[in-house]
């Protein structure tokens, strides 16, 4: 089963910008249709954004037009670059495949946007 290990995570104000990154483990994460997902305290864990392999996107509508999602299947890493975050923002992100099912969820990085 694939594993993800996911960092970039931390402390950053309102406005500021975070660029996450999720390393794959194996040899066919180019093949995968993945995601970041993200879960709030309290709040059940919801799909930010995807990337198939193709490179269509998809935003929820809470981060379209601040997130994006890019990926080296070279380097077999997937990127989330945020920007004009907001307090909202605030969870833990993993990124996974589509869907999460085949894969597995790693401990995620902590985005805590804050004054």
């Known amino acids: 089963q694939v594993q993800f290990v996911e960092s970039g995570g931390g402390l950053v104000q309102p406005g500021g910008s975070l660029r996450l990154s999720c390393a794959a483990s194996?040899?066919?994460?180019?093949?995968?249709?993945m995601a970041w997902y993200r879960q709030a305290p309290g709040k059940q864990r919801e799909l930010v954004a995807s990337i198939t392999s193709a490179g269509s996107l998809n935003y929820a509508d809470s981060v379209k037009g601040r997130f994006t999602i890019s990926r080296d299947n070279a380097k077999s890493t997937l990127y989330l670059q945020m920007n004009s975050l907001k307090p909202e923002d605030t969870a833990v992100y993993y990124c996974n495949v589509i869907p999460s099912r085949l894969g597995s969820w790693g401990q995620g990085t902590q985005v805590t946007v804050s004054s």
């Open positions: 194996g040899n066919i994460f180019r093949i995968y249709f």
